[in-house]
């Protein structure tokens, strides 16, 4: 897959992108608008969820709207009815109770893997989707709070630096 990079076009996320709730464009591939197109199966769309396959297996997030129509490998891809899914309740769950079950379904001798089959087996508990919309609301919330604290602390962090 390497040698499909380019400096700049459809970007293409990989497991180390992927933390629980958010991407992060630490160390970003991109790929061509035509090798994209091949890859058809791993484009990714507004409110899919990218669960991590190796490195930290279960780690997932939920797409959004700025990377509908980038590209990624390596990680399980599951699209959700979202008339019936919140993809962000479907996220925390998964980032937060499902971890026992990934942990319990990951294979591979030397590095662990989880993988589609284990993705499909998983038990959810879903309950009706406005109990869904509102747990999700209030996670997204304070994910967003985190986040925000984060740059404000890298901020810091690097005015610090600056006077020192």
Same mark, same amino acid.
């Given at each position: 897959m390497?040698?499909?990079?380019t400096?700049?076009?459809?970007?293409?996320?990989?497991?180390l992108?992927?933390?629980?709730?958010?991407?992060?464009?630490?160390d970003m591939?991109?790929?061509?608008k035509e090798?994209?197109?091949?890859l058809?199966?791993?484009?990714?769309h507004?409110n899919?969820?990218?669960?991590?396959r190796?490195?930290l297996?279960?780690?997932c997030?939920?797409?959004?709207?700025?990377y509908?129509?980038?590209?990624?490998a390596?990680?399980?891809?599951? %699209?959700p009815?979202? =008339?019936i899914?919140?993809?962000h309740?479907?996220?925390?769950? #998964? *980032?937060m109770?499902?971890?026992? @079950?990934?942990?319990?379904?990951?294979?591979?001798?030397?590095?662990?893997?989880?993988?589609?089959?284990?993705?499909e087996?998983?038990?959810?508990d879903l309950?009706?989707?406005?109990?869904?919309n509102?747990?999700a %609301?209030?996670?997204? =919330?304070?994910?967003d709070?985190?986040?925000?604290n984060?740059? #404000? *602390?890298?901020?810091?962090?690097? @005015?610090s630096?600056?006077?020192a």
């Amino acid at each position: 897959m390497a040698k499909q990079y380019t400096d700049k076009g459809v970007k293409f996320l990989r497991s180390l992108n992927i933390k629980p709730f958010h991407i992060v464009e630490d160390d970003m591939k991109y790929i061509s608008k035509e090798f994209c197109a091949s890859l058809r199966k791993s484009i990714l769309h507004e409110n899919d969820l990218i669960i991590v396959r190796t490195g930290l297996p279960g780690t997932c997030c939920v797409v959004p709207k700025e990377y509908d129509g980038c590209n990624c490998a390596d990680v399980v891809l599951v %699209k959700p009815n979202v =008339d019936i899914v919140n993809p962000h309740y479907l996220a925390a769950y #998964i *980032n937060m109770w499902g971890k026992k @079950q990934v942990e319990n379904n990951k294979v591979g001798a030397i590095q662990k893997h989880f993988n589609v089959k284990s993705a499909e087996e998983m038990l959810i508990d879903l309950p009706d989707i406005e109990y869904q919309n509102k747990i999700a %609301k209030v996670l997204r =919330d304070i994910n967003d709070k985190i986040l925000n604290n984060e740059k #404000i *602390n890298d901020y810091l962090a690097y @005015q610090s630096s600056m006077v020192a």
